[in-house]
C-alpha cells in the first residue's frame, strides 16, 4: 500500500537522486513556493540549472511550509545541511515546526499521515483508536478500501476499479513521443525507452 509521507526525500538522499520539478514560475503572477525555493538555493550555488521539484508539491502544506523555512536559512547553513557537513539541527527545527507525529505505546513514532488512514502501524493499533469513521470506495458488492485510495496512482482494488476514471496526472513526453508520469522524470531510473526522462536534471552543487 501507498505511503503519504513528507521526508524531504530529495535531501535525505542527494547523493544518489538527482532534484527535479519546475524551479522557474510557471509564468506570470506571484512565483510558486517551490521556484522561490530553488531560487534560494541556486542564489547560495547549491543547485544547478535544470528541472526541480520531483519529490515537492506547492499543493502539499507540509511541502509548502519546510520550503517556507529552509528557505530562512542562510547559505551556509543550507550548504552545511544539504552537503552534510554541518549540523542536522536546522532541519529538524523546520521538521518539528512543519511536520506532525504521532507515538505509539511502545514508544514508537509515525508519521501525522499514517495516523486514520486505515491500517494498524502501531504494534498496539493506537493509529487507528478514536478515528472518525471513514469513508469508503466500493469496488465490488464484496469489497471495499478508504476513500483516500481512490485515484492516487496505486491499484487497490481486485479489479483495478479504484483507479478508473481518475483524474490524468501531468506527463513527461520522452523524445520518441512516450509518455511517463512527470513524477518519475529525473527520479534517478529511466523510465523513457531512451532515457531522456534524465536528462538536464538539476543537482546539488557540493565540493
Same mark, same amino acid.
Given at each position: ?7 524531504? @526525500? @530529495? ?25 522561490? @525555493? ?97 469513508? @469508503? ?71
Amino acid at each position: 500500500m501507498r505511503r503519504r509521507v513528507w521526508v524531504l @526525500f @530529495f535531501l535525505i538522499s542527494w547523493p544518489v537522486f538527482a532534484l527535479l520539478g519546475c524551479g522557474d514560475d510557471g509564468g506570470g503572477g506571484e512565483a510558486s513556493p517551490l521556484a522561490v @525555493f530553488a531560487s534560494k538555493l541556486r542564489k547560495c550555488e547549491l543547485l544547478s540549472a535544470g528541472y526541480f521539484g520531483r519529490n515537492l508539491s506547492d499543493d502539499d502544506p507540509v511541502d509548502v511550509c519546510m520550503m517556507q523555512c529552509l528557505g530562512k536559512l542562510d547559505c551556509e547553513s543550507l550548504r552545511g545541511f544539504i552537503c552534510q557537513t554541518g549540523s542536522p539541527e536546522p532541519y529538524q527545527a523546520c521538521e518539528t515546526q512543519c511536520v506532525t507525529r504521532h507515538t505509539c505505546g511502545d514508544g514508537q513514532v509515525l508519521p501525522d499521515s499514517w495516523v486514520c488512514d486505515g491500517e494498524e502501524d502501531c504494534a498496539d493499533g493506537s493509529d487507528e483508536v478514536g478515528c472518525e469513521t471513514e469513508t @469508503f470506495f466500493s469496488c465490488t458488492e464484496d469489497e471495499t478500501i478508504p476513500m483516500n485510495w481512490r485515484c492516487d496512482g496505486d491499484t487497490d482494488c481486485s479489479n483495478g476499479a479504484d483507479e478508473v476514471e481518475c483524474p490524468i496526472p501531468p506527463t513527461f513526453v520522452c523524445a520518441h513521443g512516450e509518455e511517463i508520469p512527470l513524477s518519475k522524470r529525473c527520479d534517478g531510473r529511466p523510465n523513457c525507452s531512451n532515457g531522456t526522462d534524465e536528462y538536464e536534471c538539476a543537482k546539488f552543487l557540493c565540493d
